[in-house]
């Protein structure tokens, strides 16, 4: 999923459960089952195949994606510091994945194996061929996204 997604997720959890370390562990999981739903994502080809010139623009994309959901979290929760660290760690399998791209070393690899190819739904279904497949893969991080808010504001 966006990170937008995940990062709202994490910090929803970090906001509802009281044990901080069970908190982050779940926040950092949740990564693997948001993936595992059928989404949209916007492409990011360019960098998973290190062709860095041509990806400013998938970074920019990544950034105000990032940006936005951290943004909406200081906005709607009340213990800042400790949401980010849910936040954070929600993140993290991205950031693992990119840190495989720029220092490729074995652990990081079999992560990105298990987190791109073996958790993550099939990138290979063309949502651009298939209108109801983008419009429910759209859907789905607008239901999830909301269920977030949700548990972050009650
Ligand atoms: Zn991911």
């Excluded at 290190?50 to 400013?56: E, F, S, T, V, Y």
């Excluded at 652990?107 to 429910?136: A, Q």
């Amino acid at each position: 999923m966006i990170l937008f997604c995940h990062i709202l997720v994490g910090a929803a959890l970090m906001a509802k459960i009281q044990i901080i370390p069970l908190a982050l562990v779940l926040a950092f999981l949740s990564h693997y089952f948001l993936d595992f739903i059928p989404h949209w994502e916007y492409s990011i080809d360019n960098i998973l195949e290190k062709q860095w010139k041509k990806a400013k623009s998938e970074f920019l994309k990544g950034a105000l994606d990032f940006g936005l959901g951290i943004l909406l979290i200081f906005i709607i929760s009340k213990n800042s510091g400790i949401i980010l660290a849910g936040a954070f760690f929600a993140v993290l399998p991205d950031g693992l994945t990119l840190l495989s791209l720029l220092l490729p070393n074995k652990v990081l690899t079999i992560h990105d194996k298990f987190h791109r190819k073996l958790v993550h739904y099939p990138k290979k279904i063309s949502f651009k061929e298939n209108k109801t497949l983008f419009f429910l893969g759209i859907l789905s991080q607008i239901l999830v996204s909301i269920l977030a808010i949700f548990f972050l504001i009650f």
